[in-house]
């Protein structure tokens, strides 16, 4: 993997992952650290989904056209008209970010979709997804966005571990890294130093990450109880919502290794990856 800097000839970072996963502290982190370009937000990339969405409803109401060659649609695919909207959002981060190194900040199934499309047509970048166990990911959910229910906040959870366990496989060994939020709270050189062999920084950038990781943190998530590990007894959820949230994440929660208790994590038969570095 070539050496991600500020300097021309750089590439895309993107910092991806579920909501109240880590992705705030991070970026601030890496921001600190290396002077790349970074928004708070990026919320631009992954619009592709909506356009993947829309590309795939139109060739489908049009599908008579779509095998005629006679028509235009019918002389270009679908996945060619994606691989174009995709390269056109990265022309336009690269706009907005002044160049084409930069960091990007935007999470979710969508976000991870066009990560894969830009790995799928050879766009070089470097992915770090953002990660907590179900548990309290789910409960620092409903406290942040209390109109939706646990449910919903569970499947959004699994949807996303499970689009990610796809997304890492279509990526280069030494391009991406999984940080768990537990970790930044709890071990923060530990996330430096994994950081810091992905993308070659310097001993300086490293100390700075975990400076900001350790003192930035109280005020970017002090009202998020970073490092707490509840077990599902502890979240004050009654009985359905209890029942609700296991039957929603069981399987995903099994093959992370995630327990419901204090353990917090077991080892599993295969376990998945913790890094592609």
């Known amino acids: ?4 800097s500020g300097q021309p000839g750089g590439m895309p970072i993107f910092i991806t992952g579920s909501p109240r996963s880590g992705t705030s502290i991070f970026i601030l982190g890496l921001k600190s650290a290396t002077g790349i370009p970074a928004f708070a937000e990026g919320q631009l990339l992954d619009v592709y989904g909506k356009i993947s969405l829309a590309v795939d409803r139109h060739y489908t109401n049009y599908a008579h056209s ?8 019918g002389n270009i695919s679908a996945d060619e008209v ?9 022309d336009l981060s690269n706009k907005v970010h002044g160049g084409t190194s930069w960091i990007d900040k935007s999470g979710g199934t969508e976000m991870l979709e066009y990560i894969r499309m830009l790995a799928r047509i050879g766009q070089p970048f470097v992915t770090f997804f953002c990660y907590r166990r179900a548990i309290e990911n789910v409960y620092s959910r409903l406290k942040k966005f209390p109109k939706f229910d646990i449910t919903y906040h569970a499947n959004d959870w699994v949807n996303i571990m499970r689009a990610w366990r ?34 070659k920084l310097t001993p300086q950038q490293k100390d700075k990450m975990i400076e900001t990781f350790t003192n930035q943190r109280p005020q970017v998530l002090a009202s998020d109880e970073v490092g707490r590990t509840l077990t599902i007894n502890q979240t004050g959820w009654d009985a359905d919502q209890r029942a609700a949230f296991r039957a929603a994440v069981e399987e995903e929660m099994r093959i992370w290794g995630f327990t419901y208790d204090e353990r ?5 038969v295969q376990p998945a990856a913790a890094s592609g570095a």
Do not use: C, F
Not at 1 to 4: E, L, P, S
Not at 66 to 71: E, F, G, Q, V
């Open 1 to 4: 993997m070539n050496q991600v």
């Open 82 to 90: 994606k691989q174009a909207m995709a390269s056109t959002l990265l």
């Open 264 to 268: 917090y994590r077991v080892p599993v």
């Open 66 to 73: 779509a095998a005629d060659p006679r028509h235009a649609i």
């Open 166 to 199: 796809q997304t890492r496989a279509l990526l280069p060994v030494g391009t991406w890294l999984e940080i768990e939020q537990k970790d930044i709270a709890d071990r923060p050189g530990y996330v430096a130093e994994g950081v810091t062999q992905v993308l």
